[in-house]
């Protein structure tokens, strides 16, 4: 019997505080970067406090408003949802970071000073949502978070108003809200059928039953949507293109992984007795189209936004095959470790890479592939985090998308599924190809080099932290796999078990 | 005489066949009527109802400060659920705004007729009390603030229509407004820390008393951002 | 047959009517409508099992979700139409339509 601890004020006010400093912001619209950093510094702040609590005390538990499930509504942290949260607030600080020397007031450009004024109340908004997102343990409220990060998503996609970024927004929103409308649905059936919302109660009532199969499809449809799973996934690459740098950063890195994330929870814990393994090798083979489909796309893009944004699609066809990996072996941590692993690096690596492409972009005012002759010369910072994400994402030793790819083929070993193994190490080899394609061009000396306009010195700093911690992951494997494991998650006993 | 009259616009035709995939309607329509027959099957197939949650709504109804069970549920039970829901509503209004920004000020002063605007002041005070009335009565009946707020918001767009009042540009005090709502509720749900180690429990004997604060707020917000929407969406 | 079990498989029907509706059709603000009534039908399906055969009350829970799904959607819709007018207004052309790629 495992005791919760009960009552870190942290897990409520990682959701508040984001939501009264995007308020602040909008009352006071003065100094919203300083506002913005100082906020994103207190968010990862009480971050890091959870996390520590997680670590020392074990997992905890909030019952919101004083009303246990299924009255009212649980949070839940155990070592899952802290690594999560871990990764997110490390991401969104350095995106701050990177925002703030983005959206510059004093630019020539008069529309970056009114759009750092929206940039920092829809970023909180974002950031509200995420933690929410991975703390929340009812259903329905999942439901309501996931509104909430999807409108600000949309919002900070459309934030430059032009036509095609407006166009990319639309298109998004209509693929969110379909994937909204079939979870809610979803939902229905299962209060339908088992009259509670919590996850703890849901995971002990429910059995392989017509209106859990409803609930399941319905539920993992809208949120396969909402991760761009393939076929998918054809609003993700206009989207993350066209949106502002910092903006791309945070939706491949972070956006894309938390509806994963929601169905990772509802797969291995609240429909732990319902899920079949042919139930589990649809997502298994749509993510293993999405790695070949993507990396395949991505070898002929033109931008190098576009590229990046390709990869996106292909690595998050990696997390979805850890859904036959863990079902066919459920009490093995191989394919869920090596899933929320590439969930870490992949989005160091990912913003650390989108962020070099505004980098490009601002610098030189446009990303065109073709014409980045000579940008490691007066560029080498924002390169070499180029690089380094590069070998994050294709998956060499010793970053942690090497460690996330060899537990995956591991898992996919043991099995023994020869397929989803051939898939993951075709799709390094397709990474190696587009990833080089990059630097080929990048890398050249050349004499004559086109307009250079200097950017701030954050913004190719941020990008070489990140691009370095995805180095670190791969150095403390060990330590990270023993924290996610705290509280057990993956055995559903162990959250049946524990009081209220 | 109004604002801005478009031009009309001929019906479009209603065949208009998908760029690119030319079977996708009918794989669509065969989907949409699989779909159907799955769900409909599931629905069939339910067990019979626990009433075990309603129940437990009922019994503890007398501890949440309220004597209507959906405001319960909604302000006390899972008032974490309408946090949220309010601070998508705010997000709204500023997605919306930051999406408009560079439109510019394309809506004209209307000018006022004598006879709307006459009527407008026999109404809009009426509106606003029954607005109020609704907030108030939600504790015992179906009301509150989601009500109330639309009532209210839409008094202010009749307004904008009958006697020609131009809504303020951008300012603090609107975006003061326009948060009032969830800067209340957080506000409300750290402060339960000083009487409990948990967000948003309200001490039972100050239960109602808090929840009519935050409908309040929730109201005024409610009907600001039904109203700033509006005004978004007349301008593009 | 129950009340109840009308409503809910008219939900049903509104709910995949919707989602054929936004996938079939090729301008956006056909697809939004569709999105609504999809919603609707999500939310009729919810109203008719708060109140199911062997409850002696209607429950409160669905109806308050119906009451947060309402906001989020008219929310979300609204929004839709902002971003759908200012595409309108870039574009200069007569309608909002637009090529759909897949």
């Given at each position: 019997m495992i005791e919760l601890a009960v009552g870190a004020p942290e897990m409520a006010l990682v959701v508040a505080v984001p939501l009264l400093a995007a308020c602040a912001i909008l009352v006071v619209r003065r100094r919203t970067a300083v506002l913005g950093m100082v906020a994103s510094l207190a968010i990862a702040a009480l971050a890091g406090c959870l996390i520590w609590r997680i670590a020392q005390e074990g997992p905890q538990r909030m019952n919101l408003g004083g009303w246990s499930a299924p009255l009212g509504i649980t949070l839940y942290a155990d070592g899952l949802s802290g690594w999560m949260l871990g990764t997110t607030a490390l991401i969104a600080l350095f995106v701050s970071v990177y925002a703030s020397g983005y959206f510059h007031r004093n630019e020539p450009a008069t529309q970056f000073g009114g759009t750092a004024n929206f940039f920092w109340p829809l970023w909180m908004f974002l950031w509200a949502a995420l933690n929410a997102l991975i703390l929340s343990a009812d259903v329905f409220n999942i439901y309501v978070a996931l509104e909430l990060l999807g409108l600000s998503s949309v919002a900070l996609v459309a934030l430059s108003q032009e036509a095609p970024a407006v166009s990319a927004a639309v298109r998004y929103l209509l693929v969110s809200l379909m994937g909204s409308l079939s979870y809610l649905m979803g939902t229905a059936f299962l209060y339908a059928g088992a009259g509670t919302l919590g996850f703890k109660e849901l995971a002990s009532i429910l059995h392989p039953e017509s209106f859990s199969f409803a609930a399941l499809a319905l539920m993992s449809t809208g949120l396969c949507m909402k991760s761009a799973l393939?076929?998918?996934?054809?609003?993700?690459?206009?989207?993350?293109?066209?949106?502002?740098?910092?903006?791309?950063?945070?939706?491949?890195?972070l956006v894309v992984k938390a509806s994963f994330f929601v169905m990772l929870r509802l797969w291995f814990s609240v429909f732990d007795r319902v899920v079949t393994e042919e139930a589990a090798m649809v997502p298994g083979i749509l993510g293993a189209a999405a790695v070949i489909a993507g990396s395949v796309q991505a070898l002929s893009a033109q931008r190098l936004k576009q590229l990046v944004a390709y990869s996106t699609v292909a690595q998050v066809g990696y997390l979805f095959m850890v859904f036959p990996l863990g079902v066919l072996n459920p009490s093995s941590w191989t394919a869920v470790g090596g899933a929320l692993y590439l969930v870490s690096a992949h989005a160091c690596a990912k913003a650390a890479a989108f962020m070099v492409a505004g980098n490009v972009l601002r610098a030189y005012g446009h990303d065109r592939i073709e014409d980045l002759r000579g940008v490691v010369q007066q560029m080498p910072v924002s390169m070499f985090a180029f690089a380094v994400a590069g070998v994050s994402l294709i998956g060499l030793p010793p970053s942690g998308g090497f460690i996330a790819k060899w537990l995956l083929l591991t898992a996919a070993l043991e099995g023994p599924e020869w397929g989803f193994a051939a898939v993951i190490v075709a799709g390094g080899l397709l990474a190696t190809a587009y990833i080089f394609r990059v630097f080929s061009r990048s890398f050249r000396n050349v004499t004559d080099l086109g307009d250079f306009k200097k950017i701030p010195a954050r913004m190719e700093w941020s990008a070489l932290t990140l691009s370095l911690c995805s180095m670190l992951l791969g150095l403390t494997a060990t330590h990270v796999l023993e924290f996610m494991q705290a509280g057990t998650p993956l055995i559903r006993v162990a959250m049946m078990e524990a009081g209220p | 005489m109004l604002t801005e009259i478009k031009p009309k616009r001929a019906p479009s035709l209603p065949e208009i066949p998908a760029a690119g995939f030319p079977f996708l309607r009918p794989a669509a329509a065969v989907s949409a009527l699989l779909l159907f027959g799955v769900l409909w099957e599931a629905f069939r197939g339910l067990p019979t109802p626990r009433a075990s949650l309603p129940n437990l709504v009922r019994e503890t109804l007398p501890l949440s400060g309220v004597a209507n069970p959906v405001t319960a549920?909604?302000?006390?039970?899972?008032?974490?659920?309408?946090?949220?829901?309010?601070?998508?509503?705010?997000?709204?209004?500023?997605?919306?705004?930051?999406?408009?920004?560079?439109?510019?000020?394309?809506?004209?002063?209307?000018?006022?007729?004598?006879?709307?605007?006459?009527?407008?002041?026999?109404?809009?005070?009426?509106?606003?009390?029954?607005?109020g009335y609704l907030l108030w009565i939600g504790k015992h009946a179906p009301g509150g603030a989601f009500q109330a707020g639309s009532l209210l918001g839409s008094a202010a767009i009749l307004g904008m229509f009958c006697t020609g009042w131009a809504p303020p540009a951008e300012s603090g005090c609107q975006a003061a407004v326009l948060s009032l709502g969830t800067i209340l509720f957080c506000a409300v749900g750290m402060g339960t820390y000083l009487a409990e180690p948990n967000f948003l429990h309200y001490p039972i004997p100050w239960a109602g008393t808090l929840i009519l604060v935050i409908e309040t707020g929730c109201t005024l917000s409610i009907a600001a951002a039904l109203f700033v929407l509006f005004t978004i969406c007349r301008r593009t | 047959m129950e009340p109840s079990d009308l409503y809910g498989?008219?939900?049903?029907?509104?709910?995949?009517?919707?989602?054929?509706?936004?996938?079939?059709?090729?301008?956006?603000?056909?697809?939004?409508?569709?999105?609504?009534?999809?919603?609707?039908?999500?939310?009729?399906?919810?109203?008719?099992?708060?109140?199911?055969?062997?409850?002696?009350v209607p429950d409160p829970?669905?109806?308050?979700?119906?009451?947060?799904?309402?906001?989020?959607?008219?929310?979300?819709?609204?929004?839709?139409?902002?971003?759908?007018?200012?595409?309108?207004d870039l574009s200069d052309s007569s309608s909002a339509q637009d090529d759909r790629d897949d």
């Open positions: 393939f076929p998918l996934h054809f609003w993700l690459p206009p989207a993350h293109e066209n949106a502002p740098a910092p903006v791309s950063a945070a939706l491949s890195a | 549920v909604i302000l006390n039970f899972r008032s974490y659920d309408t946090l949220i829901e309010i601070a998508v509503l705010l997000l709204t209004v500023i997605g919306a705004r930051a999406a408009t920004a560079s439109a510019g000020a394309r809506l004209s002063r209307s000018v006022p007729e004598p006879l709307l605007a006459a009527f407008f002041r026999l109404l809009g005070p009426l509106i606003i009390v029954i607005a | 498989s008219v939900g049903i029907a509104l709910f995949a009517l919707g989602i054929y509706g936004a996938t079939a059709l090729g301008q956006f603000m056909r697809q939004v409508l569709a999105l609504n009534v999809a919603g609707t039908g999500v939310f009729m399906f919810l109203i008719a099992i708060a109140h199911r055969a062997g409850t002696p829970v669905p109806h308050a979700m119906v009451l947060t799904g309402i906001v989020v959607a008219v929310s979300a819709t609204a929004f839709i139409l902002v971003l759908i007018g200012r595409l309108r």
